[in-house]
């Protein structure tokens, strides 16, 4: 198989030398030299680098269509948005295509794979580049930038004070935290079921103070709805401030980098660019830059992908990330369907549902208002809003904005997806990783349901490696030759 490498004189599979520097003793002597040679090209091959170099590609492309997203002049906001509507499928689809087993013959003639020879260079520049953003990050005058952390944060410090983290209105929790009613995320009843379009800052004031005055008791905005695993992640630091909240998820990013790293064994080096260079438009890291608790469910659903191969590591980290965010719900179909194909398929769905069960379990005996508000959470009136087709709506390009069509429009491509990868199987691998595109037909299409396309690709990828080479390199054992006795004369 082309995975497996040089062969040893005995059978075993030689050395790795798909990813190792271009020439020279690895010994070399001199700091400089061995710098050198690190930094230096690459000789890639195989399936896993062109999957790689493909996706790392479509993360390029991605960070260059999110540059311009708020930098668009008024003239040329519609051709933008259009061109990022345009451009987003096609990358979804190349990496559909990148995550095929096997490979299709002509893929191999493409030149993505030779992206990966530069990886090592631009790791280094951009992890020098985010840790000069790092002191910033951490600042005593750095504040909050969405509700979702803050009305986090609300639920962790609610639950160590004793009281119901899903009955706190969100309103009480911005003015909690000294937070602006802009962050707020408005519902389309009540005080705005007449508007049509997302409020302006000054109709959100005007709700505020009008509310204020009953306890912020109101229909017209959103209440805490995220699975109860979202605050418990952040109850160690609930009770300090922002760096504090922002220091605790960078930690547990850099524990996350490494873990995910060691298991892309040799091609490290190409996982961590892919997701050093998404640090912008909604990223992982760039949650955990932000303190959001979003973090863990994500870059817990890419390690599930990474160690597919492991019934019991990946079932684990899905369980935690579905008890994380309703969001990693979107992988779950194709990800039963592809370990289906797998090996002990019944230990992987009881190591899943224990994780559910020991981490949803506890806290909905004891909050019994938190199945309904998880579930109201999916169903709420919300405005529209995102940089997929609904953002063609927003613009009024021809396209009308219901929001029963869009949800229609999403489940009906949610499950086309799922059928193409039953019935053509060389793609399934592809459903679970492609998954999140289906949020581009959605009514809320935000930027950070979309980039999760290249992590959670770069991710499947390498868990393709690691799944092959336990499961096909493994040459067959020899079977060992007969004895032969000595001659009469031999010492």
């Known amino acids: 198989t082309d995975l497996a490498g040089p062969r040893a004189p005995g059978g075993g599979p030689g050395p790795d030398r798909r ?48 540059a311009f997203d708020g930098h668009i002049l008024p003239g040329f906001l519609a051709i933008a948005v259009v061109g990022t509507v345009a451009v987003y499928p096609l990358l979804a689809a ?69 009281h119901d983290p899903y009955r706190t209105p969100e309103l009480a929790c911005l003015h909690r935290l000294h937070l602006p009613v802009v962050l707020a995320t408005p519902l389309q009843r009540g005080r705005f079921a007449h508007l049509r379009s997302y409020p302006t800052p000054r109709q959100l004031a ?5 509310v204020s005055r009953s306890g912020y008791r ?14 418990v992640w952040m109850l160690p630091v609930a009770l300090g401030g922002h760096p504090l909240w922002v220091a605790w998820t960078l930690l547990a990013a850099l524990v996350w980098l490494g873990i995910a790293l060691r298991g892309a064994r040799s091609w490290w080096p190409a996982l961590a660019c892919i997701i050093l260079l998404e640090w912008g438009g909604g990223s992982v890291l760039a949650a955990a830059s932000q303190g959001d608790s979003e973090f863990f469910a994500f870059a817990l659903a890419a390690l599930a992908l990474l160690f597919i191969e492991s019934p019991r590591r990946s079932a684990l980290c899905l369980g935690l990330a579905l008890a994380t965010n309703p969001l990693p719900w979107v992988i779950v179909p194709g990800y039963v369907l592809f370990t289906l194909t797998l090996p002990r398929p019944w230990r992987r769905a009881v190591w899943l549902a224990g994780t559910l069960l ?27 809003e995102g940089v ?104």
């Open 19 to 66: 990813m190792s520097p271009a020439g020279g003793d690895p010994g070399g002597a001199g700091g400089g030299a061995r710098l050198a040679r690190w930094l230096g090209p690459w000789r890639v091959g195989g399936p896993t680098a062109h999957r790689l170099g493909v996706v790392l590609a479509v993360t390029m492309v991605w960070d260059v269509l999110l």
């Open 94 to 162: 190349a990496c559909a295509v990148a995550l095929r087993h096997p490979l299709p013959g002509w893929w191999a003639r493409l030149p993505a794979a030779r992206l990966l020879s530069v990886c090592r260079v631009l790791v280094v520049v951009m992890a020098g580049l985010l840790a000069l953003q790092v002191p910033g990050l951490l600042r005593p005058t750095a504040a909050v930038q969405d509700d979702v952390t803050a009305t986090t944060i609300c639920a962790a410090q609610d639950v160590l004070h004793g």
């Open 206 to 210: 005007r709700v505020d103070r009008a």
């Open 218 to 231: 109101t229909a017209a905005f959103w209440y805490f709805g995220y699975p109860p695993m979202a605050f």
């Open 358 to 384: 020991v981490t949803l379990g506890p806290w909905l005996l004891v909050y019994r208002d938190a199945a309904g508000a998880m579930l109201r959470f999916l169903t709420e009136p919300t405005f529209s």
């Open 388 to 491: 997929g087709l609904v953002s063609l709506a927003l613009l009024h390009i021809g396209l009308p904005s219901s929001r029963a069509a869009m949800f229609l429009l999403f489940a009906v491509v949610a499950i086309a997806l799922v059928t193409w990868g039953a019935v053509r199987r060389p793609y399934l691998a592809a459903v679970p990783a492609v998954a999140v595109a289906v949020f581009w037909f959605s009514w809320r299409s935000d930027a950070n349901y979309l980039a999760q396309l290249p992590l959670l690709a770069a991710a499947m990828a390498v868990g393709l490696e690691r799944l092959h080479g336990r499961t096909i390199v493994t040459a067959p054992s020899m079977p060992a030759a007969p004895a032969v006795p000595p001659s009469p004369g031999a010492p």
